[in-house]
């Protein structure tokens, strides 16, 4: 309230003129044809400048291969503690 009326509706709109958003430049990766931020790295397929800078798909396995042991260990545990369950019980 206080702030408005401190402003005409002129001078507020003349300092939002400059709140537009730009969309950003994106470039074609000339490996997998994604877009990707230009002088970045393709996020898509790790290429930039025609060469792997990280490897992706590897990441990517290892990722999946750390987070099904994880979810294999936490199941063998679960099992444990049912089964110690069920023999306390039967005791
Ligand atoms: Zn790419």
Redesign the pocket.
Known sequence: MVIRMRHTRSHTANRRSHHALTAPNLSV??????L?RPHH???????YKGRVVIDLAKRKADRDARIKAKQEARRGVAEETTTSAAETTAK
């Not at 990766?29 to 994604?34: D, G, H, I, P, V």
């Not at 790295?41 to 290429?47: A, D, P, S």
Request: charged letters at 15%; aromatic letters at 8%.
């Open positions: 990766c000339k490996n997998c044809e994604a990707h790295m393709c996020l898509n397929c790790g290429f």
